[in-house]
């Protein structure tokens, strides 16, 4: 494989390098200790990573740069005293429209920058949140930016460092630390089960009876912006894993499976959809051409070897414009009794109006199908909203972890048994 980077000559590489370290001692702020920090450009890990870039406008006193975690900035021009434009381009064309956008700017004058944010031919999605220490985020106000439909205009004094998002970022570190420590409260260890094009490591970890071979999986984070579907993940495992007799019951009778994080490259390159290889994961369990895919399935199948793994719930989270609830449309699972049908039932009843259904056949290689069609699993994909508001996401998804234990504690399920549950795919 080609690398990026050595497309740059050698002396262009040292500068970026030099300039990536200087990066390093740019002031952020505040502590960074929450699980919510954005590291600097040291969190990049391979010689394959694109380099961090800065812009300097001496004139304006304005600089910019790409050199945090999650950042996505292609190009900086002036278009005028404190006004530029700033290209974001994604990593390959045509792509689901998803503009993520991550930089810093930073200016030594008081006055306010203006900044049209260009996706090209993509119309833009994220409304901006801002940040000083990259700690703390708000969403920008009003006055702070203009919509037309494919461009933002922002307007923003940066006499400060400021982050500038398209979504409060949820970094690989920070779901690598906060898996770490779920674990560890757990007592049971965080697996490398692979790595990534980029060679980051793939982790997982799974807690409950030890003597069950009946299990839930939690999957996350294939695609790079759905942050709102990280945090979400967070809040249902944290249910799953709860101090309550009923969290304690469900962990005593069945196994969870977590892998938080399937596309580190993607998330820490702040790339719109795919992996390093500009591939859509979740297009890619059929095919399994990338190495996301293959290392999960092939974890996922040495266990069903090993210990005869019974997949009772696969629940695979997103993020899109509302939530949804995306499942097979012939899973039995769904009809009246059945767990998928109970589950989102009880969802229905606690939050009315809320989540939306829909049910498609099992044509496409996306990770539901797969689990559905491999194990039979009950499958479900929950897409939560771009800006479903965090005490929101957090009841929903704690309930809906509540309600699948209560479920589970009620009776015995059983996965859909029979070889010809996808006869149009398999
Ligand atoms: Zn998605």
């Known amino acids: 494989m080609v690398s990026p980077s050595r497309r740059t000559g050698d002396s262009a590489r040292r500068l970026l390098r030099a300039l990536s370290m200087l990066l390093l001692f740019l002031p952020l702020g505040g502590c960074q200790t929450s699980a919510e920090r954005v590291p600097a450009a040291s969190a990049t890990t391979s010689e394959e990573t694109p ?15 790409s050199g945090v975690d999650g950042a996505r900035l292609s ?41 049209e944010l ?24 009003a006055h702070e930016f203009r ?30 630390e906060w898996s770490r420590a779920q674990a560890a409260a757990l007592g049971v260890p965080l697996k490398e089960f692979g790595t990534s094009v980029r060679g980051r490591s ?15 999986l939690v999957l996350g984070r294939q695609h790079p912006p759905e ?12 249910a799953l894993a709860a101090d309550t007799d009923a969290a304690r019951a469900y962990r005593h009778r069945y196994r969870t499976i977590v892998v938080a ?17 500009a591939r859509d994961l979740n297009r890619d369990w059929g095919p399994f051409e990338q190495p996301e895919t293959r290392a999960l399935r092939d974890a996922l199948l040495a266990r069903s070897e090993d210990d005869a793994l019974r997949l009772l719930f696969a629940i695979d989270f997103h993020s899109t414009w509302k939530d949804v609830l995306y499942t097979v449309a012939d899973d039995p699972a769904l009809a009246p009794g059945g767990l998928l049908r109970e589950w989102i039932d009880a969802m229905h009843e606690r939050f009315p109006d809320r989540i939306r259904e829909e049910a498609y056949a099992a044509t496409t290689s996306v990770f539901k199908n797969w689990v559905y069609c491999t194990y039979g699993a009950a499958s479900v994909t929950y897409e939560v909203g771009d800006e479903t508001p965090e005490p929101t996401l957090q009841s929903l998804s704690r309930f809906a972890a509540k309600a699948l234990m209560q479920l589970l504690a009620r009776k015995e399920w059983s996965p859909t048994p029979g070889p010809d549950r996808c006869p149009a795919t398999r």
């Not at 260009?118 to 920008?140: E, N």
């Not at 997982?204 to 839930?216: N, P, Q």
């Open 75 to 115: 190009h900086v021009e002036r278009i005028g005293p404190s006004h530029f434009r700033a290209r974001i381009d994604p990593e390959s064309w045509p792509i689901n429209p998803s503009p993520w956008y991550g930089f810093r700017v930073a200016s030594e004058l008081p006055a306010r920058i203006r900044i």
């Open 227 to 238: 942050t709102t579907g990280s945090r979400a993940l967070m809040g249902f495992v944290e």
């Open 51 to 65: 380099p961090r870039q800065l812009w300097e406008f001496p004139v304006d006193r304005v600089r910019f740069d």
């Open 261 to 277: 994080l399937l596309n580190p490259d993607g998330v820490a390159e702040g790339l719109w959809r795919g992996n390093a290889n």
């Open 202 to 216: 793939l982790h997982l970890f799974e807690f409950g009876g030890s003597d069950t071979s009946e299990v839930v």
């Open 147 to 176: 919509e037309n439909p494919v461009r933002l205009e922002l307007s923003l004094q940066a006499h400060k460092p400021l982050l500038v998002f398209a979504q409060r970022p949820v970094s690989g570190d920070a779901l690598t």
């Open 118 to 141: 260009d996706f090209g031919q993509t119309p833009h999605r994220y409304h901006p949140k801002l940040s000083v220490d990259g700690l703390r985020w708000r969403d920008a106000d």
